[in-house]
């Protein structure tokens, strides 16, 4: 059987489509960071990064009118998510996705559930304490970069996080 | 979900996957397919051992129904777009005006 080839703009029209071709042109040559992996898949820790702007319902909400204000970017903050989230416990803040999804189950976009059961058949070592979200969309990433994912890469080291699973919408 | 996208901002290891936006993993509900991406992800990271590989994850996504991948109203940059059109070739090179212009 041949090997599968994923069609990147399979899901995407019109200008959706072309918008993100024309992205993709655009891209150079860029240095790409390496570490390897410290052990086993079966002895590490596994955290989730999604773009898909979820906070749990008690924390501060993203802040649309950042992108309402200035639509370039979006809320360039953060929001930590503990292993035991589920899906009533949070929303969803990205304004270029169907949210519905992800508010039907959390699992679709940010497997906590499902990286417990990999735990628990000891394919990994451990689900993480902590996992991360922010907005994804963002044509103007200084702040993110300077503000957000220093936070972010403080943290997963704190907890000794050996992968890290980033997860696009 | 766009593989080169993501490997155009250094990502070291990617798994693509043809899934629809707002579904990575999979539908809601579906717990066999959504730990089976996470499973092959996983061990396909595990696995590569160069910067920058990529893995075409064997995953189909089969349905034909109609589902609205795109959120429930147009984001800001869409009516942006609409009443500043000569900003659109600013969107498309992703060199937006300076903030506060």
Redesign the interface.
Known sequence: MA?????????LHGV?KR??Q???S???E??????P?AR??SQCT?SLVSS?GIALKTDDPFDPEI??Q????ADPSYRVLPQTVRTGDIEVC?????????E??L???L?T???Q??EELS??GAAASSHFSYIG?T??PERLLRESVPGIVRQLREEHID?V????? | MIPELTASAGAPRIAAIEHPFGMTLGRPGDVAGQLAVLRATLQAMAEMTEPGSVVHLPFEWASTEKLRFGPPEPPPIAHYLVRHPWDLPRFLSRTPPVSGS
Request: hydrophobic residues 40%.
């Open positions: 090997e599968k080839k994923v069609d990147s703009y399979r899901f959706e918008m993100l024309r992205w993709v655009l891209s150079r860029t240095q790409i960071p390496w570490t992996l086993p898949l596994v898909a992108e309402t200035d639509p370039w970017f990205h304004r270029h996705i169907n949210r519905c999804f992800a039907q189950d699992n679709s976009v497997p559930e499902r990286l059961e990999l394919e990994i969309y044509l103007r992968v699973v980033l997860i696009p919408v």
